[in-house]
């Protein structure tokens, strides 16, 4: 918090009512884990502006990230599962760049984008969530690009770098 900057790599944290809270700081978590958390997995707010790359967030009651009050976070190659709500529910003037990210298994919808909001989802694949996959409100200003390779679904998480390094059989042959 307090404009600070945090660096967390392989960390992981279970139980408890959240996750991981950054408020008003930035920095990266890389290859991190999170949950069995009661409430919301992953909080980004009062213009916070990390980067979390290669993540898992499962089993939240609640959302599994939440992005409000102006943050802009990058959310690259992550999965988020198993959520009580919405996998990544965006609010609150926030523009985050959502990247190759796996949203499946939720009770709401895969990504909730409200009104007011910017942003990107970039390469995102949805499925198993609560129909529509991807909710983008109205007056909201969200730039939707889709790859349809399914090349990165393999590659997300906490198990991305692992897969990553892997040759793809198919594809050499």
Known sequence: TNGSTLTATDVKVTGGQFGVIIEDAGGLLDKCEIRGISDDG?????????????????????????????????????????????????????????????????????????????????????ENTASPGTVIEEGASVTVIETGDGVHASRVGINAIEGATQQDEDRVE
């Open 42 to 126: 992953l909080i980004i707010r009062v213009g916070s502006n990390p980067t979390i790359r290669n993540c898992t967030i499962a089993s939240c009651g609640y959302r599994g990230i939440y992005v409000y009050h102006a943050a802009k976070p990058t959310l690259e190659r992550c999965e988020v599962s198993q959520t009580g709500d919405a996998g990544i529910a965006v609010a609150s003037q926030s523009a985050p760049a959502i990247l190759s990210c796996w949203v499946h298994e939720t009770q709401g919808v895969g990504i909730r984008v409200e009104r007011g909001c910017r942003g990107s989802i970039e390469g995102c694949r949805i």
